[in-house]
């Protein structure tokens, strides 16, 4: 496995071992708890060095383990090391080599004194003449007689070219042969370096439950690794919850804590307790270990807890695991009841919820009052806490009808926390439980959001059963499914289908809820907003209510800013999408919170801040991408937004990404989404064969849309048939955006509109519609599309001989694009001209263009300039079309041009080479 976040460490290490290559020696001791990644360490030192050394064939590296079974046989750990050193001697040289350890390992007996031994060692080390490499893992076990002769050799061996490295875990015992060396200890992985250890192991994590791990494990690659291979693979997906104590494999139990089983009874109640203290508030876990004396409270604040400022951490957060497991159930209850003591006046939240823990029987009494805390929770953004409250208050609920209405807000709660496969299981319940109608029908439409939330596919069949139950009876009722089909469709951006469902909802207007027209004013103006129909979607938010809970409400800024991001009023919808995100109003549901991040990364990119598009859809990644991608698809578009930034390699790594989830969802909106944003790349990445391909699937995708904003392929598309010279096909793709464009008239494509128009014009029309694009939308359109005007002026200035001002339009570019971002748009032309006023490209057209090509770059630019295609190019030449695609992209760069019509106009222009 690769080596995550130890680059230090192994940069210290390498100077070690970088010395046998000049003739010296030296060692080195590394040390840490067991788990902490020693091992893995020493494998790609050794591994390193193996390479480092190939080339000499006299050099020897090599890798022993000491164990623990031979540590009472003296000398055996020195005889492991001189026989895997002789083993590893090349050629020749092992017969003399092996004389040589045989002389030394003669005369060992276990009445032979240490420093004898190490005397006559220090002796042969001095006749070593060709670089070794010895590597000894777990060195606190070898015998201590072993020990001593390898410390004292190793404290010397400056001289000659022999390097020892050792390892060893000090909490296990003491380990002499690493006394007076220098020392590198290896610490815990920071949270975001565990993170990634844990996706390159298991790739299902999901970034929130990696983050969890991380927080309630700690940063130990082992440990880490085998608590991740406990959990479900639902867990891992963050589809189902982590258990309150998190599994402990039998090996991380017996390397963490080999003498538990040597603690009192007072000793593991007081682990106990300080497990389950659900707010880590140190005053109440004394007050509840009083009963067990001073010494124990010491013992534990002295052997398990990091105390600061009033709370307390686990110093060890596994050993809790382990501490519950094994206790038994009158354990548990003792430590819960003990703790609701301690907090009874003092923490109520606290005290409640540890007597809820120990009581096992119903009591409606607390039932009640789990529920009326788990409202008060949900109000003030404590959503996981809500959810523990309301699943407690089922629990202890006698009465069937009431335990459903609680089961039911537990099941709401999980949904919102990210648990679908809880909520869809309570859901499930009416298939198990004898329960009401009404019951019946609130678990239908509690499973079928969930279904939606987990598959991004609006469960129709389940949704239309239902639907036809209550149109009759409860219109209302009906509408809430109809609502949950609209909203799924319309977030596929499916808009007739959605179209269809919202239709239905409209029969029955005049017999909603307020919280169900509430609900419809959300889809239908987001429906709105899709179909290009503005003013109506202004309308039905403006309409709009708050909501009746804390649930709604935060469903209700999300649509709100989804609509108000496709009306352009960017600084509206950042307002209410900080709600979530920043100021965690909600909480950190990655059902809410994620995908408000995913919302806010593809208003930034509208809007034209790259930078926070970037943070956005790290947060979306982090909460919501290794569980529901399909729920926002917020990498798609970061594909367009890495291409401009001039990120390439991560755009054409959510590239690859959206390939893989276009190819698992099937679906038509993300293939569309992906055509459309990666036709984007191709261009900016200046791979115009390959983006006009992609742009023309394209298309056909986007004309399927009243309003071209949803799928921004016409400008893409007229710019690229420019670039290539088919400047007749980009007239048409813009004679069919006029009519579309001024349909829905919003600054970008009032913008866009007028640079396709300056982009088909000849050159001197041209600088006029230049000049009006510039001053269209100025003050309201993205920068980055203004960044994208300047560059297109620029370039067509300098095609008109018209150096200096294409010059200074660039120069204009370069400034807007490093404050916003799109950086990527303006490095091909940062260069348009040399410092002695010498021209290149187009504006040269003489041999001096073409001589700083190389004779095959000159080549295939000639082949190009004949009208010859990348693959006739590599078949012509013998080599692959990637070879000719690398050539060009030199050529390009070399001769400051983006386009093959570019290229073949300088060619054809040029005169030949002489002789």
């Not at 540890?354 to 096992?360: E, G, I, N, V």
């Not at 496969?421 to 678990?443: C, K, N, S, Y």
């Not at 920043?582 to 919302?599: I, K, N, T, W």
Request: hydrophobic fraction near 45%; proline fraction near 4%; charged fraction near 25%.
């Amino acid at each position: 496995m690769e080596i995550i976040s130890r680059q230090r460490e192994l940069a210290s290490i390498r100077k070690v071992t970088e010395a046998l290559a000049h003739g010296n020696g030296g060692s080195l001791a590394i040390t840490g708890p067991a788990g902490i990644g020693k091992t893995a360490l020493l494998r790609a030192i050794t591994s390193q060095a193996r390479e480092r050394f190939a080339a000499d064939a006299s050099a020897s590296v090599v890798m022993v383990a000491a164990a623990e079974t031979e540590r009472d046989w003296p000398y055996s750990g020195l005889h492991l090391v001189l026989s895997a050193v002789v083993g590893a001697v090349p050629g020749d040289a092992r017969e003399k080599a092996e004389l040589r350890v045989a002389e030394v390992a003669e005369r060992l007996h276990t009445g032979s004194q240490p420093y004898e031994v190490a005397m006559r060692l220090q002796s042969l080390m001095t006749l070593a003449d060709v670089p070794v490499l010895v590597v000894v893992d777990d060195a606190h076990h070898l015998d201590l007689r072993s020990q001593e002769v390898l410390g004292f050799i190793a404290r010397r061996l400056r001289p000659v070219p022999v390097v020892l490295l050792f390892a060893g875990n000090l909490a296990v015992r003491p380990a002499p042969v690493l006394d007076g060396l220098a020392m590198l200890r290896l610490g815990e992985l920071e949270p975001g370096d565990a993170g990634e250890l844990l996706g390159t192991a298991h790739g299902d994590v999901a970034g929130g439950v990696a983050d969890a791990l991380t927080r309630r494990v700690g940063g130990n690659p082992r440990i880490l690794l085998e608590i991740a291979a406990e959990l479900t693979p639902e867990q891992r997906r963050g589809r189902a919850p982590l258990d309150r104590y998190l599994p402990v494999p039998p090996t991380v139990r017996n390397m963490l804590v080999p003498g538990l089983d040597g603690l009192s009874d007072a000793q593991r109640h007081a682990l106990l307790v300080a497990t389950v203290s659900e707010d880590h508030t140190i005053g109440p876990v004394v007050t509840a270990l009083e009963p067990e004396g001073d010494d124990v409270v010491e013992w534990l604040l002295r052997s398990h807890l990091d105390v600061s400022a009033g709370t307390f951490t686990l110093r060890n957060p596994v050993v809790g695991s382990i501490v519950w497991h094994e206790a038994s159930h009158g354990d548990k209850v003792r430590a819960h009841r003990a703790l609701a003591d301690a907090n009874d006046g003092l923490a109520p939240d606290e005290g409640l919820w540890h007597r809820a823990q120990a009581q096992l029987g119903y009591d409606d009494e607390l039932a009640g009052e789990l529920r009326r805390r788990a409202d008060d929770l949900l109000r003030r953004g404590e959503l996981e806490r809500s959810v523990a409250f309301a699943r407690d208050s089922v629990r202890l609920t006698s009465s069937p009808a009431l335990r459903i209405e609680r089961l039911l807000l537990a099941g709401e709660l999980a949904l919102h926390a990210g648990r679908c496969e809880e909520a869809i299981q309570i859901g499930l319940e009416r298939l198990r439980t004898d329960v009401t109608v009404d019951q019946r029908a609130d678990l239908a439409l509690l499973e079928a959001r969930a279904r939606l939330v987990a598959d991004g596919q609006p469960p129709t069949e389940l949704i239309d059963a239902q639907a036809a139950t209550f149109v009759d009876m409860d219109p209302d009722r009906a509408a809430m499914y109809w609502l949950v089909a609209a909203a799924g469709f319309a977030d596929r951006l499916e808009a007739d289908k959605a179209g269809a469902y919202v239709a239905r909802v409209e029969r029955i207007l005049a017999r909603l809820s307020e919280p169900t027209l509430g609900q419809y004013r959300r889809i239908a103006a987001w429906l709105a907003s899709l179909t290009g129909e503005r003013e109506r979607a202004t309308e039905l938010i403006d309409a709009d209510s708050h909501g009746s809970d804390v649930l709604t409400d935060a469903e209700r800024c999300t649509r709100h800013a989804m609509v108000l991001t496709r009306l352009e009023r960017f600084d509206e919808a950042r307002q209410l999408l900080r709600t979530i995100t920043d100021q965690r109003r909600f909480g950190d549901s990655p059902v809410v919170s994620g995908y408000a991040y995913s919302v806010t990364a593809v208003l930034e990119i509208r809007a034209g801040r790259l930078a926070a598009a970037v943070e956005a859809a790290e947060g979306w990644d982090r909460m919501l991408g290794g569980i529901w991608p399909q729920r926002g698809k917020a990498k798609l578009y970061m594909i367009r937004a890495f291409a401009l930034m001039g990120e390439h390699e991560k755009a054409l790594e959510c590239h690859a990404w959206g390939r893989k989830l276009a190819h698992r969802l099937g679906d038509w909106w993300t293939a569309a989404l992906l055509q459309s944003e990666a036709g984007a790349m191709y261009l900016h990445m200046g791979r115009l064969e390959e983006a006009v391909s992609v742009l023309e699937r394209a298309y056909h995708y986007a004309l399927e849309y009243d309003d071209p904003s949803i799928l921004t392929v016409e400008p893409d598309l007229v710019e690229a048939y420019v670039r290539t010279g088919q400047r007749e096909r980009a007239r048409s793709i813009l004679e069919a955006y006029e009519p579309r464009a001024t349909r829905v008239p919003g600054a970008w494509a009032t913008h866009t509109l007028a640079r396709c128009r300056a982009l088909v014009a000849d050159d001197e029309e041209s600088v006029v519609l230049f000049e009006r694009a510039l001053n269209t939308c100025a003050d309201t359109a993205s920068p980055v599309e203004l960044v994208r005007t300047l560059v297109c002026y620029g370039e067509r200035l300098r095609r008109m001989g018209r150096r200096a001002e294409a010059t200074e339009w660039i120069r204009r570019a370069t400034v807007w694009a490093n404050e916003c971002g799109a950086t990527g748009l303006v490095t091909a032309e940062e260069e348009l001209g040399s410092p002695n006023g010498t021209t290149t490209g187009v504006d040269a057209p003489d041999d001096r263009v073409l001589s700083g090509l190389t004779e095959a770059e000159l080549r295939v630019a000639r082949l190009v300039a004949q009208g010859a295609r990348n693959r006739d190019i590599a078949a012509r030449l013998y080599v692959s079309v990637r070879t000719i695609e690398a050539h060009l992209g030199r050529i390009y760069r070399k001769l400051s041009v983006r386009s093959r019509a570019e290229l073949a106009g300088i060619v054809s222009a040029a005169k030949p080479r002489s002789g």
